[in-house]
């Protein structure tokens, strides 16, 4: 745990803040149709199997359904049980057969089936050791197999570093998400050929990465 926070607290706290949570994409100002090309990005054809880890409410599943087809797979997993039971809302609500939702710890991942793509999206840095469960993620990741991360990394400079105590601050008091979480450099671990897109002068990134 690096961050200061252990699973029981980050639980609570986003079981408050699931009825509310779309209201942080206008806060953090998310860019517009970046969840879209975070999916783009795993590469996913009809009947494939994507797991997103840390699902949260399940904003990424209509762009995960249109993927993969009726005949494809989607497994969400989230620690909050408040952020899954609006999952489940969502997939009644819109019909959709084919989403299996687990309240798990990521860092614990209980999974047999091999999945054809993996997404961490803005959940990395919020899970306590994200490279326990990007590792979880890995070995369930078939060769060939895409991992791909939207994230919030801190960017460097001068202005970044005035600016920094503000990010922390609002981050730790809002959604707990680690301003020194490294995605780039945890893929690194599994594999030497990540790629990434920047957005709004590098406050979002999408990184990704094919197992071998």
Request: glycine share 6%.
């Amino acid at each position: 745990m690096r961050f200061g926070y252990d699973l029981a607290f980050i639980r609570r706290r986003y079981n408050r803040l699931a009825a509310i949570y779309p209201v942080f994409e206008i806060i953090f100002a998310l860019p517009r149709g970046i969840r879209a090309r975070a999916v783009d990005h795993l590469a996913l054809n009809p009947g494939d199997r994507v797991l997103e880890i840390g699902c949260g409410t399940g904003r990424n599943f209509p762009h995960l359904v249109k993927a993969v087809g009726p005949d494809g797979r989607i497994y969400g997993v989230d620690y909050s049980d408040a952020m899954l039971a609006r999952a489940h809302n969502l997939c009644r609500k819109n019909r959709w057969t084919n989403i299996t939702l687990w309240q798990q710890d990521a860092q614990k991942l209980q999974m047999t089936e091999t999945v054809d793509a993996v997404l961490f999206s803005l959940s990395y840095s919020v899970i306590p050791d994200p490279h326990k469960a990007l590792s979880c993620g890995w070995s369930r990741l078939r060769s060939g197999g895409r991992v791909v991360i939207l994230d919030s990394p801190l960017p460097s400079g001068l202005l970044w570093r005035l600016y920094r105590p503000f990010v922390s601050l609002l981050s730790r008091a809002t959604v707990l998400g680690d301003p020194d979480a490294a995605p780039e450099q945890d893929l690194r671990r599994f594999t030497t050929k990540v790629e990434k897109q920047e957005f709004q002068l590098h406050t979002y990134c999408i990184f990704w990465a094919v197992k071998a």
